[in-house]
């Protein structure tokens, strides 16, 4: 069962080209469902319906892993399962689908939770930049709200990535964009390639560890949910940063055509949560400053 795992997850890697935090999140969940069927003493992948149902329940009810999941996980669980049984289907000659009639629950789509420039701003503040790993680390966040990058283009950057007018990003399905940067952050970027030298094992990559090694996306999320409590009080995620980018440009009058570029969305709708996000927040401010309100 470990090999047909590991074919698959190969498939999406070079097939499907999916970014390699979904591979992971969807190893995770495979993974977990194939520890619940040893344990059970199932040793086929070839399964009734009733197992799947079972499986769902003790995950849901947190009988698997001593804890309840929040929807999202769930949901993405079943959606990798359910994506891994139509490989097996269709590749590996596993005739049974015991995932194929149980559907997601559409959930509600919440307002992403964004951050404000003031709050940006006492972010990229709170960083030491005479200090190599705080400089690295400042310039690495700033790139994500500077640029509304996924965790993943992020580190991708290379050394060479600043060289032209515009970022050349590979996102989401091998899609390329191109997103314009403002002049003072390729100053930055200039500034701490100076400090990397001491550092540069690996040629290619733009952020890397005192080890010289490119950094991973587990230490960027454990270091902005660190500086987020220390300087604002909350927990920050990568992603947070993104959606401050969309957001705030919308704010100040961008149109959403333009941000669904600059964001590498495929589908407009997807944009356009964020006008949602920007129709709140000037509620709010109507009703905290409208004398009538």
Do not use: W
């Amino acid at each position: 069962m470990d090999e047909y795992l590991r074919r698959f997850l190969a498939y999406l890697l070079n097939d499907r080209h999916y970014a390699q935090n979904t591979i992971e999140a969807y190893g995770r969940d495979i993974r977990r469902f194939l520890e619940y069927l040893d344990n059970q003493g199932l040793k086929d992948l070839e399964l009734d319906k009733s197992v799947a149902f079972d499986y769902l329940n003790e995950l849901r009810l947190g009988k698997i892993g001593g804890i309840m999941i929040k929807d999202t996980s769930y949901a993405r669980s079943l959606s990798s399962l359910k994506a891994f049984y139509r490989y097996l289907h269709k590749y590996e000659a596993i005739k049974s689908d015991p995932f194929k009639t149980i559907s997601i629950t559409k959930r509600h789509k919440h307002l992403p939770d964004v951050l404000t420039f003031a709050q940006v701003e006492r972010l990229l503040a709170s960083f030491d930049t005479d200090d190599f790993k705080d400089l690295r680390d400042r310039l690495l966040t700033e790139c994500l709200y500077a640029c509304g990058l996924r965790i993943s283009e992020c580190l991708s950057l290379n050394i060479d990535s600043f060289k032209y007018e515009e970022l050349h990003i590979i996102g989401k399905g091998d899609k390329e964009r191109l997103v314009p940067y403002y002049p003072n952050l390729k100053k930055e970027v200039a500034s701490y390639l100076v400090k990397r030298e001491a550092f540069a094992k690996d040629d290619k990559a733009l952020f890397i560890s005192q080890n010289g090694k490119r950094i991973s996306a587990r230490y960027v999320q454990r270091m902005l949910e660190k500086r987020g409590l220390l300087v604002l009080g909350q927990r920050v995620h990568p992603h947070e940063l993104r959606h401050s980018f969309a957001t705030h440009l919308l704010d100040n009058g961008v149109d959403l055509r333009s941000v669904q570029e600059l964001l590498g969305h495929e589908s407009l709708a997807t944009t356009q949560l964020y006008t949602h996000l920007t129709l709140e927040r000037l509620k709010g401010t109507v009703q905290k400053y409208h004398p009538h309100s």
